[in-house]
């Protein structure tokens, strides 16, 4: 039961009022891509023990999509953000790499 | 025999005298008895049959870890199983029966399994069950269900109320003895808003029963105190007969409270009450729980943890027996031996299997002349029902006799085991301590909180402290670590004897035969013995977790708090590794059985889910309408008229629309405004076909794809005004397409100027169809609604009977067809406005099922009967309703992929039985020959069948292999039990082929 800060209406959010989206940052592959990289679009998710980026809604609070950085397996939240940012602001990463030196995930725009 | 003394019992009010039955014998106990306690005091120790075989059980135990007491309490409705005696608060009148025999508890049939036990070893069932496969079903599924489970399901419904609680706090103390009080002291100081649980009815746990010395004064003295003292603090709130039951992510923790167990026999209100708490830091101050020995014959009844022996002395003033004969392997069962020996009962002797035992307390005994046998173990135990002796025999040997010993009780101690639960619920991880025997919490790898700081911190004997002093110590620490006070608390001194060192014993003797290790009991609930463990380690079971589950041990309701530590012992001399590297199974919450009704909470009946209703809801259910639950929604499914039953009535509104005009509450279906700049543009996205286009006053079909390419919602859009749309979904799709919508805008087009709104309840829509259609709307007058002025697939708003109205020239039936949107407010007096004016053609009001029939004989699709989440438009023939020119709509890439466009998909037809029947739903068109594993194959399947009373047959829509390839082809459509039907393969649209009447 997780309790996630919805960076849109400000509010500490009971798991009870989120609703999970699964992977952040996907780029999307539309008409004329690549087999593989639209079924890697589509089907391909990373599923890391540790430092995992997610899109979360807040569906019974303001209806709003975020994203959310962290720990999978201890639940170390580091911090969440809107939905519409390329990537995790730069404090984020900051706060992350303290934690996890050496932390590595899907491509993240050239960061980290 | 058990028997109540005639003073003592600290939490006993004498004063009340209660009556209770068990088995239909009446007895009597006091106020603040427990059943177990009342059960023993009126001399009764059989109180139990064994699941497996049956062997007779008294209580092990008296907490919360007790595994044999398990009784169905109350009766009829109010029946519950597997009630453990020992949490049961006596009242007066309660009414309690064994279980798990028959026919009575004194004289069980069952009981003949424990004769046979050594051909049900563990794995029996695996092992016997296995073949003939046929035999699965018939003979052996419901021998195993008829053997399996303790109690019996309560018949009829459960009277009682209960409800949950929310609350948020800065630290959550859970368990009330001297490590909790401590914790909550500190914490509460500190200033923090403190939340303490106890499972029990009283405070301080076992510090009454020792009564060690704390902070000069005697532990029930200093236990009153400090209860008085944060009774005084208004941020600590204190709550009896409440146990935290599971600790979860980021501080969520879940308590059940006994309202019930809080007055006895004169509780109102709820009866239990489940806490849903979040929790800054949690202090998990549980206690510890005292482990068995295993020796033959530790299960028979009389065979009691030497703790329990000496709380039902001091807690309720009973005596298990005149002759208590103490096994130890520990000093802390001396404390038992000299309670029994002070309260005027013999002690023949005290049995320890340590070489020489030295401490403090062994002292003592010695100095009462108790007789102590140092080195010796229990070699087996005499008496079946009852104890009638022990037989001595040193502990380093196989258990040749040595000597008899007479006694009706026996009191054993294997050590001490924390209660590590909470601390683990969460992925807290566990250290053995060699010294002590004991799993004890790792502080350098506790459960954490989102801060990633440790989120649980453990107290008292649940963090490996047994003495006095360490136990208080480490609550005042554990509570301001919680309250993250840097004040160092002020210490508490206390005294407690000094105690020797315990001597890991497992298996008692040492060398004991495979006849004694089959009567050596692990798990008393589940009747796991020594025997089992070892005969999983050698067929290869050698991991905790397969052992456990190959055996049962520590799976049943008692989930092993008596048995677990025992059993993986056991497991790690067989596998010869050390304890820490066989490890522990997982602890998981419930700490004990919730109940499915504090659970649920308000949660059933009526409050079990929100009911939707349209406004016109009540006038549908004055109209006989019967119901069909959409969502949360409930629509008519038809209008049942006197002596009319479903069918007939569905039939008869299908009539009525195609031969004079019908009206539908459609007030479901989803509406969705979809508004802005690029609102065109992201509806081009969203839908196959072309939005944007759409000129202001009309309206198109659309299809919403998912983004891998399947059909996911479809209906018609309106175009209101020139950056305005209006969306409207299915009634299931509301919610779901306008989230697909905000999904794709936020996340994916946030930088479209684009808003959306769900507008579904603000408006009522009311569908009128049928051939006098428009003669019915224009008595209500308004509005001109001529075929010029309106043709179809168009929309103009006005007034009609005086209400402002949106009307949409849209059909679902195949009829001349007019939605109609006004304001809910005003729903119902639209709805009786057109019945009214209705009146001379005799309009009538149709339901869900005409709805389906109407548009199936058109081979209009239905989203959920046509599709099933693999159906892509294509395969429904709705090409048409796809854009070719548009570079990109969700769905499009997915649809390009070589199994989207191959030939050979299931396609939409129509089928015509040749005998003109109903098709069962759901059949499958059959295919020559056999798949791999022996079955027909396949070749497509009925989506929807119905009977057409238009065309007087069945009718059915199907998906079948290049479906609209084959018209004319005769195929195979399987039934269950009974011929294939042979149908013929058709148009879907088998009414009004060239739509003459929907323009009409």
Same mark, same amino acid.
């Given at each position: 039961?997780?309790?996630?800060?919805?960076?849109?209406?400000?509010?500490?959010?009971?798991?009870?009022? /989120? *609703?999970?989206?699964?992977? $952040?940052?996907? %780029?999307?592959? #539309?008409?004329?891509? =690549?087999? !593989? @990289?639209?079924?890697?679009?589509?089907?391909?998710?990373?599923?890391?023990?540790?430092?995992?980026?997610?899109?979360?809604?807040?569906?019974?609070?303001?209806?709003?999509?975020? /994203? *959310?950085?962290?720990?999978? $397996?201890?639940? %170390?939240?580091? #911090?969440?953000?809107? =939905?519409? !940012? @390329?990537?995790?602001?730069?404090?984020?990463?900051?706060?992350?790499?303290?934690?996890?030196?050496?932390?590595?995930?899907?491509?993240?725009?050239?960061?980290? | 025999?058990?028997?109540?003394?005639?003073?003592?019992?600290?939490?006993?009010?004498?004063?009340?005298?209660?009556?209770?039955?068990?088995?239909?014998?009446?007895?009597?106990?006091?106020?603040?008895?427990?059943?177990?306690?009342?059960?023993?005091?009126?001399?009764?120790?059989?109180?139990?049959?064994?699941?497996?075989?049956?062997?007779?059980?008294?209580?092990?135990?008296?907490?919360?870890?007790?595994?044999?007491?398990?009784?169905?309490?109350?009766?009829?409705?109010?029946?519950?199983?597997?009630?453990?005696?020992?949490?049961?608060?006596?009242?007066?009148?309660?009414?309690?029966?064994?279980?798990?025999?028959?026919?009575?508890?004194?004289?069980?049939?069952?009981?003949?399994?424990?004769?046979?036990?050594?051909?049900?070893?563990?794995?029996?069932?695996?092992?016997?069950?296995?073949?003939?496969?046929?035999?699965?079903?018939?003979?052996?599924?419901?021998?195993?269900?008829?053997?399996?489970?303790?109690?019996?399901?309560?018949?009829?419904?459960?009277?009682?109320?209960?409800?949950?609680?929310?609350?948020?706090?800065?630290?959550?103390?859970?368990?009330?003895?001297?490590?909790?009080?401590?914790?909550?002291?500190?914490?509460?100081?500190?200033?923090?808003?403190?939340?303490?649980?106890?499972?029990?009815?009283?405070?301080?746990?076992?510090?009454?029963?020792?009564?060690?010395?704390?902070?000069?004064?005697?532990?029930?003295?200093?236990?009153?105190?400090?209860?008085?003292?944060?009774?005084?603090?208004?941020?600590?709130?204190?709550?009896?007969?409440?146990?935290?039951?599971?600790?979860?992510?980021?501080?969520?923790?879940?308590?059940?409270?006994?309202?019930?167990?809080?007055?006895?026999?004169?509780?109102?209100?709820?009866?239990?009450?489940?806490?849903?708490?979040?929790?800054?830091?949690?202090?998990?101050?549980?206690?510890?729980?005292?482990?068995?020995?295993?020796?033959?014959?530790?299960?028979?009844?009389?065979?009691?943890?030497?703790?329990?022996?000496?709380?039902?002395?001091?807690?309720?003033?009973?005596?298990?027996?005149?002759?208590?004969?103490?096994?130890?392997?520990?000093?802390?069962?001396?404390?038992?031996?000299?309670?029994?020996?002070?309260?005027?009962?013999?002690?023949?002797?005290?049995?320890?299997?340590?070489?020489?035992?030295?401490?403090?307390?062994?002292?003592?005994?010695?100095?009462?002349?108790?007789?102590?046998?140092?080195?010796?173990?229990?070699?087996?135990?005499?008496?079946?029902?009852?104890?009638?002796?022990?037989?001595?025999?040193?502990?380093?040997?196989?258990?040749?006799?040595?000597?008899?010993?007479?006694?009706?009780?026996?009191?054993?101690?294997?050590?001490?085991?924390?209660?590590?639960?909470?601390?683990?619920?969460?992925?807290?991880?566990?250290?053995?301590?060699?010294?002590?025997?004991?799993?004890?919490?790792?502080?350098?790898?506790?459960?954490?909180?989102?801060?990633?700081?440790?989120?649980?911190?453990?107290?008292?004997?649940?963090?490996?402290?047994?003495?006095?002093?360490?136990?208080?110590?480490?609550?005042?620490?554990?509570?301001?670590?919680?309250?993250?006070?840097?004040?160092?608390?002020?210490?508490?001194?206390?005294?407690?004897?000094?105690?020797?060192?315990?001597?890991?014993?497992?298996?008692?003797?040492?060398?004991?035969?495979?006849?004694?290790?089959?009567?050596?009991?692990?798990?008393?609930?589940?009747?796991?013995?020594?025997?089992?463990?070892?005969?999983?380690?050698?067929?290869?079971?050698?991991?905790?977790?397969?052992?456990?589950?190959?055996?049962?041990?520590?799976?049943?309701?008692?989930?092993?708090?008596?048995?677990?530590?025992?059993?993986?012992?056991?497991?790690?001399?067989?596998?010869?590794?050390?304890?820490?590297?066989?490890?522990?199974?997982?602890?998981?919450?419930?700490?004990?059985?919730?109940?499915?009704?504090?659970?649920?909470?308000?949660?059933?009946?009526?409050?079990?889910?929100?009911?939707?209703?349209?406004?016109?809801?009540?006038?549908?259910?004055?109209?006989?309408?019967?119901?069909?639950?959409?969502?949360?929604?409930?629509?008519?499914?038809?209008?049942?008229?006197?002596?009319?039953?479903?069918?007939?009535?569905?039939?008869?509104?299908?009539?009525?629309?195609?031969?004079?005009?019908?009206?539908?509450?459609?007030?479901?279906?989803?509406?969705?405004?979809?508004?802005?700049?690029?609102?065109?543009?992201?509806?081009?996205?969203?839908?196959?076909?072309?939005?944007?286009?759409?000129?202001?006053?009309?309206?198109?079909?659309?299809?919403?794809?998912?983004?891998?390419?399947?059909?996911?919602?479809?209906?018609?859009?309106?175009?209101?005004?020139?950056?305005?749309?209006?969306?409207?979904?299915?009634?299931?799709?509301?919610?779901?397409?306008?989230?697909?919508?905000?999904?794709?805008?936020?996340?994916?087009?946030?930088?479209?100027?684009?808003?959306?709104?769900?507008?579904?309840?603000?408006?009522?829509?009311?569908?009128?169809?049928?051939?006098?259609?428009?003669?019915?709307?224009?008595?209500?007058?308004?509005?001109?609604?001529?075929?010029?002025?309106?043709?179809?697939?168009?929309?103009?708003?006005?007034?009609?009977?005086?209400?402002?109205?949106?009307?949409?020239?849209?059909?679902?039936?195949?009829?001349?067809?007019?939605?109609?949107?006004?304001?809910?407010?005003?729903?119902?007096?639209?709805?009786?406005?057109?019945?009214?004016?209705?009146?001379?053609?005799?309009?009538?009001?149709?339901?869900?099922?005409?709805?389906?029939?109407?548009?199936?004989?058109?081979?209009?699709?239905?989203?959920?009967?046509?599709?099933?989440?693999?159906?892509?438009?294509?395969?429904?023939?709705?090409?048409?309703?796809?854009?070719?020119?548009?570079?990109?709509?969700?769905?499009?890439?997915?649809?390009?992929?070589?199994?989207?466009?191959?030939?050979?998909?299931?396609?939409?037809?129509?089928?015509?039985?040749?005998?003109?029947?109903?098709?069962?739903?759901?059949?499958?068109?059959?295919?020559?020959?056999?798949?791999?594993?022996?079955?027909?194959?396949?070749?497509?399947?009925?989506?929807?069948?119905?009977?057409?009373?238009?065309?007087?047959?069945?009718?059915?829509?199907?998906?079948?292999?290049?479906?609209?390839?084959?018209?004319?082809?005769?195929?195979?459509?399987?039934?269950?039990?009974?011929?294939?039907?042979?149908?013929?393969?058709?148009?879907?649209?088998?009414?009004?082929?060239?739509?003459?009447?929907?323009?009409?």
């Amino acid at each position: 039961m997780l309790i996630l800060f919805c960076p849109h209406c400000g509010v500490e959010a009971d798991e009870t009022e /989120l *609703a999970p989206g699964g992977e $952040a940052h996907l %780029r999307r592959e #539309g008409p004329g891509s =690549a087999d !593989e @990289a639209f079924e890697g679009y589509l089907f391909g998710r990373v599923n890391p023990k540790g430092v995992h980026f997610e899109r979360w809604r807040h569906a019974y609070g303001c209806g709003k999509w975020f /994203l *959310a950085a962290r720990d999978t $397996a201890t639940m %170390r939240v580091w #911090g969440t953000y809107p =939905a519409s !940012e @390329a990537g995790p602001p730069d404090p984020l990463r900051d706060a992350v790499t303290a934690d996890r030196p050496g932390w590595a995930w899907r491509d993240l725009g050239g960061a980290a | 025999m058990s028997t109540r003394l005639s003073t003592g019992g600290r939490l006993l009010d004498r004063s009340r005298s209660l009556r209770f039955s068990f088995d239909g014998h009446a007895a009597e106990g006091f106020a603040g008895d427990t059943l177990a306690s009342a059960l023993l005091a009126s001399g009764r120790m059989l109180l139990g049959r064994s699941f497996k075989y049956h062997r007779p059980r008294g209580l092990l135990a008296a907490g919360v870890e007790e595994p044999n007491a398990l009784v169905n309490l109350g009766e009829g409705e109010r029946m519950e199983p597997n009630r453990r005696a020992t949490s049961v608060p006596l009242r007066d009148g309660l009414v309690a029966t064994s279980q798990n025999r028959w026919p009575s508890l004194e004289t069980d049939v069952g009981a003949v399994n424990d004769a046979l036990g050594r051909f049900l070893p563990a794995g029996f069932y695996y092992k016997t069950f296995m073949w003939p496969g046929a035999f699965w079903k018939s003979v052996y599924e419901p021998f195993i269900r008829r053997a399996a489970g303790l109690g019996r399901v309560p018949k009829g419904r459960d009277p009682d109320r209960y409800e949950h609680f929310y609350a948020h706090v800065d630290v959550l103390v859970a368990g009330g003895g001297v490590a909790g009080l401590a914790a909550t002291l500190a914490a509460g100081r500190a200033g923090r808003r403190v939340l303490l649980m106890e499972q029990e009815g009283w405070w301080g746990g076992r510090a009454g029963v020792d009564a060690p010395e704390i902070d000069g004064m005697t532990a029930p003295a200093w236990i009153e105190r400090t209860v008085a003292e944060l009774r005084r603090m208004p941020n600590v709130r204190m709550r009896l007969r409440a146990q935290v039951a599971g600790i979860y992510d980021h501080g969520y923790a879940v308590a059940a409270e006994d309202l019930e167990a809080l007055a006895p026999g004169r509780h109102e209100g709820p009866r239990q009450r489940l806490w849903r708490i979040r929790a800054r830091r949690i202090v998990a101050a549980t206690g510890a729980i005292e482990r068995p020995l295993a020796f033959a014959g530790n299960d028979v009844p009389g065979v009691m943890l030497a703790s329990a022996v000496r709380d039902y002395l001091a807690n309720w003033a009973v005596s298990v027996g005149d002759r208590v004969v103490v096994v130890t392997n520990n000093d802390d069962a001396y404390r038992t031996a000299l309670a029994v020996h002070r309260a005027g009962l013999v002690v023949p002797v005290i049995v320890d299997a340590r070489p020489r035992p030295e401490g403090e307390l062994v002292q003592r005994a010695r100095e009462m002349g108790l007789r102590i046998e140092a080195g010796r173990g229990i070699a087996k135990v005499h008496g079946r029902k009852r104890v009638r002796g022990v037989t001595l025999c040193a502990l380093a040997g196989e258990g040749s006799g040595l000597e008899d010993i007479a006694c009706d009780a026996v009191a054993m101690s294997g050590g001490w085991s924390p209660a590590v639960h909470l601390w683990s619920h969460c992925g807290g991880k566990l250290l053995w301590d060699e010294a002590a025997a004991l799993f004890r919490p790792d502080r350098d790898r506790p459960p954490r909180g989102a801060d990633g700081e440790p989120m649980v911190l453990s107290a008292g004997s649940a963090d490996g402290a047994l003495r006095t002093a360490d136990v208080l110590a480490s609550g005042l620490l554990a509570g301001a670590e919680a309250a993250g006070s840097d004040e160092e608390p002020a210490p508490l001194a206390a005294h407690d004897a000094e105690e020797g060192p315990i001597l890991p014993v497992w298996v008692m003797p040492q060398g004991a035969s495979p006849e004694l290790r089959r009567k050596m009991w692990l798990d008393f609930q589940n009747d796991v013995k020594v025997s089992d463990v070892e005969l999983a380690a050698r067929e290869g079971f050698i991991a905790v977790e397969h052992a456990k589950r190959y055996t049962t041990l520590g799976m049943a309701t008692d989930q092993g708090k008596t048995s677990n530590i025992n059993g993986l012992a056991v497991l790690s001399q067989s596998v010869q590794l050390p304890i820490p590297e066989v490890g522990t199974t997982t602890f998981r919450p419930p700490y004990t059985p919730l109940t499915l009704g504090a659970i649920a909470g308000v949660a059933k009946g009526d409050l079990f889910q929100p009911v939707r209703e349209t406004p016109m809801h009540a006038w549908h259910a004055a109209h006989g309408a019967v119901w069909e639950p959409v969502g949360l929604w409930r629509r008519p499914w038809a209008y049942l008229r006197e002596g009319e039953d479903r069918h007939a009535a569905a039939l008869r509104e299908v009539t009525a629309v195609r031969r004079q005009v019908g009206m539908l509450d459609a007030s479901t279906l989803g509406k969705i405004v979809v508004k802005g700049p690029d609102a065109g543009r992201f509806l081009d996205m969203i839908y196959t076909g072309v939005m944007s286009t759409l000129p202001v006053g009309k309206c198109r079909y659309g299809l919403i794809c998912s983004e891998n390419g399947f059909l996911i919602d479809d209906g018609v859009v309106a175009r209101l005004s020139e950056d305005a749309w209006l969306c409207h979904t299915t009634t299931g799709g509301a919610e779901r397409i306008h989230a697909h919508m905000e999904d794709w805008l936020q996340c994916e087009w946030h930088d479209w100027r684009v808003f959306t709104a769900n507008l579904t309840e603000q408006w009522a829509q009311i569908v009128v169809a049928g051939p006098r259609a428009r003669a019915v709307l224009e008595r209500l007058g308004g509005m001109d609604l001529s075929a010029a002025a309106l043709p179809h697939m168009t929309w103009a708003e006005g007034m009609l009977a005086g209400l402002p109205v949106r009307v949409h020239r849209i059909s679902f039936s195949g009829e001349l067809s007019f939605e109609i949107a006004v304001p809910a407010a005003s729903g119902l007096a639209l709805w009786e406005a057109i019945r009214e004016a209705g009146a001379p053609e005799g309009i009538t009001p149709y339901g869900t099922e005409a709805m389906h029939i109407l548009r199936a004989e058109k081979g209009y699709i239905m989203i959920g009967e046509e599709t099933d989440g693999t159906v892509i438009p294509q395969d429904l023939n709705l090409g048409w309703a796809i854009s070719r020119k548009k570079p990109d709509y969700i769905g499009k890439r997915a649809q390009e992929r070589s199994h989207m466009a191959s030939p050979l998909r299931w396609r939409l037809v129509g089928l015509e039985t040749m005998n003109g029947s109903v098709l069962p739903e759901g059949a499958y068109i059959l295919a020559p020959g056999q798949n791999a594993v022996g079955q027909r194959n396949t070749q497509g399947r009925v989506t929807s069948t119905y009977y057409s009373p238009t065309l007087a047959r069945g009718i059915a829509m199907a998906l079948l292999e290049r479906g609209p390839e084959r018209m004319d082809e005769v195929v195979e459509v399987a039934r269950k039990g009974a011929d294939p039907v042979l149908a013929r393969v058709v148009d879907p649209v088998l009414y009004d082929k060239a739509g003459e009447r929907l323009h009409g």
